[in-house]
């Protein structure tokens, strides 16, 4: 059969590597689990709680576009051989997230996640060895993988601007009883980053990693979050514009590889070809399943930039509040804050383990 086999390659995820942040996550739940005697200390329970999973399902989102991206490349791979296209290169084909992008985008997500944690623990006083040890290592972390995270959005953005401007041109000729398709493709450059954009990644990841290294006092902390605002928005308002760009690359190669399939199973149907009915019906089983795929990886990116911007947006309103200097609706936003995370991890911990 001319259909590739390799759709049973996504079930085959590949793990990513988080253990110091999962230490992280661990060390605050073993910290905060003794301490949650009041509203405010069993929120900061319930966002502690949640780093593990988010942290691992959102490397499983991403992971998921890297996995179905590969699929489709795969898939072009054999339409180019049919197609006895000589310009073939697999080398040509662009990496969309290496391991190293992934850690990148893992460490600014789990550095958020630390810091709303760490804002409601500077409001109880309580000098803890062990978190401060947890934040140090998660704003180390961050600090050693920060100068990735603009490149690698860059990289993605590139990717998807070739996708969506690249023109193919297919030409078709007939010598005797042989005929032959070559194929030629152009795209614009790459687009590069606003200087601006690009210091104010680079500028809000330093500030955040000097944030959970260097341990705030409490009676600091409304003037921290005044200054940790425009950081905090500059590095969800990347990630979310990462995550979209994602999805849209995510979306295209779900769509290629349906249309790729179709047409192999229609080719297997032609006169003269000797199929295995039920390995043809297998393939043909295999339409409805990759479109549950697309769907369900388009929930979790969709899912992850959403909490993304609830975060940015609670932010805000707690660095406005911070501004009046009144500690109990300080405490309420630092509350709204911790929901956030608590909701975001009961998402991820209901999808279905593949």
């Known amino acids: 059969m001319k259909s590739c086999q390799l759709l049973s390659a996504r079930k085959a995820r590949v793990g990513i590597s988080a ?96 810091y709303s944690q760490s804002l409601i623990d500077i409001t109880k006083g309580t000098d803890s060895p062990e978190l401060d040890a947890a934040s140090k290592s998660v704003g180390n972390n961050l600090t050693s993988l920060g100068n990735n995270l603009a490149p690698s959005i860059e990289n993605t953005l590139g990717i998807a601007a070739a996708a969506a401007s690249t023109t193919t041109t297919a030409v078709t000729t007939v010598s005797g009883s042989t005929t032959a398709t070559t194929s030629s493709s152009s795209s614009t450059p790459k687009p590069l980053l606003s200087p601006d954009v690009r210091n104010g990644i680079s500028t809000a990841i330093d500030a955040l990693g000097q944030f959970l290294v260097n341990r705030t006092v409490e009676k600091e902390l409304p003037g921290k979050i005044e200054e940790m605002e425009p950081h905090v928005q500059a590095l969800c308002n990347a990630l979310s514009d990462d995550i979209q760009t994602l999805q849209g690359l995510e979306q295209r190669d779900y769509n290629r590889i349906l249309n790729l399939e179709k047409q192999f199973i229609l080719d297997d149907e032609q006169p003269g070809k000797n199929v295995d009915p039920e390995q043809h019906r297998a393939e043909i089983m295999k339409l409805p399943e990759i479109a549950r795929q697309q769907r369900e990886a388009g929930e979790k990116l969709t899912a992850l930039r959403a909490a993304i911007d609830k975060l940015a947006q609670t932010h805000q309103a707690l660095a406005k509040e911070a501004q009046h200097d009144t500690p109990e609706t300080l405490k309420e936003k630092l509350s709204e804050l911790a929901d956030v995370g608590n909701s975001l991890g009961k998402f991820y911990s209901s999808l279905p383990s593949k």
Do not use: F, H, M, W
């Open 19 to 114: 253990t110091g942040l999962s230490a992280a996550s661990v060390i605050l739940c073993t910290v905060l689990a003794g301490c949650a005697s009041t509203p405010l200390a069993k929120q900061a329970t319930a966002l502690s709680s949640a780093l593990a999973p988010v942290v691992d399902q959102s490397a499983a989102a991403y992971q998921d576009a890297v996995t179905v991206d590969n699929l489709r490349a795969d898939y072009e791979a054999v339409v180019a051989y049919q197609n006895k296209d000589a310009t073939y290169n697999p080398r040509n084909t662009p990496e969309l997230l290496s391991e190293k992008d992934i850690q990148a985008r893992l460490a600014v997500l789990a550095a958020l996640q630390v």
